[in-house]
Nanobody, 123 residues
């Protein structure tokens, strides 16, 4: 069993940066791929980024490539999402997820889900 808790969301102006963190409980964190999804009001949940358990493989949505970076620290059982050059269209609730592989997460297949953290980007 893995429990995920996100933090780091907030209000930022367009062009600014935020770093989201997701801390996991459970001893098996390092065996899971981790990912980030987001859901804006009135829109479907969408994939943002994923990272393999070894951090050797990462995937990004086209909309965030070059602006967002996913990383993980297995010793701290934490995964991060560094978000730069934020745009108003990045406004959403961001969710952390754990899954069997980064590829599975890219296609929405996950085992565990966090409660989400709000990111609001003002224009």
């Amino acid at each position: 069993q893995v429990q995920l808790v996100e933090s780091g969301g907030g209000l930022v102006q367009a062009g600014g940066s935020l770093r989201l963190s997701c801390t996991a409980s459970g001893r098996t964190f390092s065996t899971y791929a981790m990912g980030w999804f987001r859901q804006a009001p009135g829109k479907e949940r969408e994939f943002v980024a994923a990272i393999s358990w070894s951090a050797g493989m990462t995937y990004y949505a086209d909309s965030v490539k070059g602006r967002f970076t996913i990383s993980r620290d297995n010793a701290k059982i934490t995964v991060y999402l560094q978000m730069n050059s934020l745009k108003p269209e990045d406004t959403a609730v961001y969710y952390c997820a754990a899954g069997p592989s980064a590829y599975d997460l890219k296609y929405g297949r996950y085992d565990y889900w966090g409660q989400g953290t709000q990111v609001t980007v003002s224009s």
